[in-house]
């Protein structure tokens, strides 16, 4: 009798690596996708936080101290929520990736 439920389990679980390969194809390209996407938002948001960080720098030398720091520290959050982002995302689907590798 056990031997007939391994069988049968482990003709499902081929059933179900098969099934599951397009999704990992799937998220094999939305990783890349990622990748590409975020590496151009971190290069366009990196200026912007280059910019308003530098911004910030001239605002201190001239006086206004108040709002440099708040320049300064959007400057900071535009330049590294993206790089978060992309991090995680990329992270978040290669962990789901793995699980379904567990299959």
Do not use: H
């Not at 031997?3 to 998220?27: D, H, N, S």
């Not at 910019?51 to 330049?79: K, P």
Request: charged share 10%; proline share 2%.
């Amino acid at each position: 009798m056990m031997t007939v439920l391994y069988g049968i389990g482990t003709v499902l679980r081929f059933i179900l690596r098969i099934a599951l390969l397009p999704v990992q194809a799937v998220l094999t390209l939305l990783i890349l996708a990622i990748g590409f996407i975020g590496g151009l938002a971190n290069i366009v948001c990196g200026l912007i936080g280059l910019f308003c960080v530098i911004g910030g720098i001239c605002l201190f030398i001239n006086g206004d101290i108040s709002l440099g720091w708040q320049v300064l520290l959007v400057g900071i959050i535009v330049a590294v929520v993206p790089q978060a982002l992309t991090i995680w995302g990329e992270e978040g689907i290669g962990c789901l990736k793995e699980l379904l590798g567990r299959v």
